[in-house]
């Protein structure tokens, strides 16, 4: 009776230990979505500022460090921007991101050919559109990522919000996100000429004549939605 009693016990013991160690898995799951989740919708305010000074861009973040990155004899400086933790300067022969996160500098050199029509700051990316091809900078892994264009490819309509942005041209949608690496795109059916878009901080929405296409700043893939 007493072996009986021991026996029953300890398996009461064990079902309560094994649901206690799932309740503990569920909530450091619950714990970990819920940081994703407000680390991708939080307001970023502007923590960092880009400045010249004798011949070197300076990225100052507002805690402390300061990221020195020296131009090259005769290299232009063409526009400064600065907003939440990305810094983005273009000058006559590169393209530089500056990223508040790991406080550094990174550069993409442009082709000699190469002409900039639209550059666009937020707060964790930088987009830039090129004659031959399209630029973005992600701040939170400090790397540029390039995409050339079709010949004869010319973009139509930008996107761009705190999170994520799409590119939309005669013949494709690229889409880029701050927490993917990349340029995603989308093939187009050449019947659509007019496309309407929704955007939010990190959804765009494109509504096609018989379908829409989703990107996500969370996924590297298009969905299509019939």
């Known amino acids: 009776m007493e072996d009986s009693l021991t026996f029953t016990f300890s398996n009461?013991?064990?079902?309560?230990?094994?649901?206690?160690?799932?309740?503990?898995?569920?909530?450091?799951f619950i714990?970990?979505?819920?940081?994703?989740?407000?680390?991708?919708?939080?307001?970023?305010?502007?923590?960092?500022t880009v400045t010249v000074n004798k011949g070197r861009l300076l990225g100052i973040h507002s805690g402390e460090g300061i990221a020195r990155l020296s131009l090259a004899a005769g290299e232009d400086i063409v526009a400064i921007k600065a907003k939440?933790?990305?810094?983005?300067?273009?000058?006559s022969a590169r393209l530089l991101g500056y990223s508040g996160t790991f406080q550094r500098w990174s550069e993409r050199r442009l082709d000699v050919s190469e002409h900039i029509h639209?550059?666009?700051?937020?707060?964790r990316l930088v987009l830039v559109v090129g004659e031959q091809h399209v630029y973005g900078f992600h701040?939170?892994?400090g790397q540029w990522k390039v995409e050339s264009l079709r010949p004869r490819e010319t973009p139509k309509h930008l996107i761009v919000q705190?999170?994520?942005?799409?590119?939309?041209?005669?013949?494709q949608a690229f889409g880029f996100s701050a927490f993917t690496g990349g340029f995603f795109s989308k093939d187009l059916p050449l019947t659509d000429t007019e496309?309407?878009?929704?955007?939010?901080?990190?959804?765009?929405?494109?509504?096609?004549?018989?379908?829409?296409?989703?990107?996500?700043?969370?996924?590297?893939?298009?969905?299509?939605?019939?």
């Open 84 to 91: 939440g933790l990305t810094g983005f300067v273009q000058t």
């Open 139 to 141: 701040e939170n892994a």
């Open 12 to 28: 009461r013991v064990k079902r309560n230990f094994v649901r206690f160690r799932y309740g503990m898995s569920c909530l450091v």
């Open 31 to 48: 714990f970990v979505s819920f940081d994703h989740l407000v680390w991708a919708h939080e307001r970023i305010t502007d923590q960092v």
């Open 118 to 123: 639209d550059v666009h700051v937020t707060p």
């Open 162 to 171: 705190d999170h994520v942005a799409v590119i939309i041209t005669n013949h």
């Open 195 to 226: 496309i309407r878009s929704e955007a939010n901080d990190n959804i765009v929405i494109l509504h096609l004549s018989d379908r829409q296409l989703v990107f996500r700043s969370g996924l590297a893939i298009w969905t299509e939605l019939r």
